[in-house]
DNA sequence: TATTGTTATACTCTATAACTATA
DNA sequence: TATAGTTATAGAGTATAACAATA
């Protein structure tokens, strides 16, 4: 159930994104990078749940594109800073409002009050999986 | 967020249908026939939301298990009827329990009433997917 | 030796289109 | 011609291992 309707909601998505010239991985990196830079590539891949060397290419599209920065850091030159560029920022920005805007529709199929504990739930267990579930 | 908790449980769960030999579409299948028997594979595939294409290996394999049957319809002999063998219930009957012991460790992480209204809101949506979200 | 980032590759999953048999 | 089922194939998504640079 969960599986059919992520698949769902991503298809729905996937248009929206475009519009913004985004792929969904690239929407998930920007995301990952909201609250704020990361001193890692390997932490940045396993915060959005993903392989190291799945999110490289996207990285490379993303710099290439001016939305974030990836500078060696000086004091371990292995590691790269990857933040946000006040582009990225904003593209994070509008591409999250017009999601928003596109979950509303399928929310709005719950009441309001359990649309808020509907996402608190999902969000508790969201937290919670990776630790339970591996 | 949905995609990622779905990842997660979905993977958390190949180990328990391994104890039953089934791969998830096969149980997803077995799922789908648990109400009752399907006339066409098409329309048994549209229910689990998988293609027509991809459930046909399955049910090759489900069959040679015996654990469905795949019974060309009479009156057109196009269709067959597909539907659980009395083994095909039990394995479904017990894989479930397995499944709903697995997924009752996550469950957890909410309060007892939360579960309830969680899982009721996610069945809502579920149902209010494919007619808004094509 | 261990770790970060990278590349290459193989494997799986999925979608699409073409084929058959019935109607 | 249209539909149910099947097959084949190409494409995307994913996982794994090997490699270079740095510690």
Redesign the interface.
Known sequence: ????????????ELPVLARFDLTMWEYVVLLGLGEGPVRTQSALAEA??ADKTRIIHVLDTLQQRGLITREPDETDRRVRLVGLTPTGRRTLHDSQAAIQDNET???N??ADG?QR??LR??????E???D???
């Not at 159930?1 to 729905?12: F, G, K, Q, V, Y």
């Not at 739930?121 to 969201?126: D, G, S």
């Open positions: 159930m969960l599986s059919r309707l992520a698949r769902l909601t991503t298809n729905a959005i749940g529709v399928l929310l199929v719950l359990e504990r509907f739930n999902l969000e508790r267990l969201y919670a999986a990776p339970l579930l591996g």
